[in-house]
């Protein structure tokens, strides 16, 4: 049944979504994965970053930041146990085509 008339709002129209916040590792922490992180962090999540350079940019940014290789496939799935992360990201850039790593 629409919503019509004098009615309060439409409950359907005032449902907010809620999400548990989730952690989610970054694989990366330099310029280019700055907009992935801030729109975790936008949206409520809790942002973890990992590469091996602890100077990047977007470590500052992220909540948490892990000295593991990108490329170490080993060590990024025993970080992503210890940390128990919900959700693994990986923001592709010119850099990285010439050297994918399967994480599974």
């Given at each position: 049944?629409?919503?019509?008339?004098?009615?309060?709002?439409?409950?359907?129209y005032a449902?907010?979504?809620?999400?548990?916040?989730?952690?989610?590792?970054l694989l990366g922490g330099s310029f280019f994965q700055i907009p992935s992180i801030e729109a975790v962090k936008r949206m409520g999540h809790y942002a973890i970053t990992c590469d091996y350079r602890p100077d990047?940019?977007?470590?500052?940014?992220a909540d948490e930041y892990h000295n593991v290789r990108t490329t170490d496939r080993e060590g990024v799935l025993r970080l992503t146990r210890w940390l128990r992360i919900d959700v693994i990201v990986c923001c592709l850039f010119p850099p990285c085509y010439t050297s994918p790593t399967p994480l599974l």
């Open positions: 049944m629409p919503c019509t008339g004098n009615l309060p709002p439409c409950p359907r449902l907010e979504v809620r999400v548990k916040p989730k952690k989610i590792l990047n940019p977007g470590h500052r940014l």
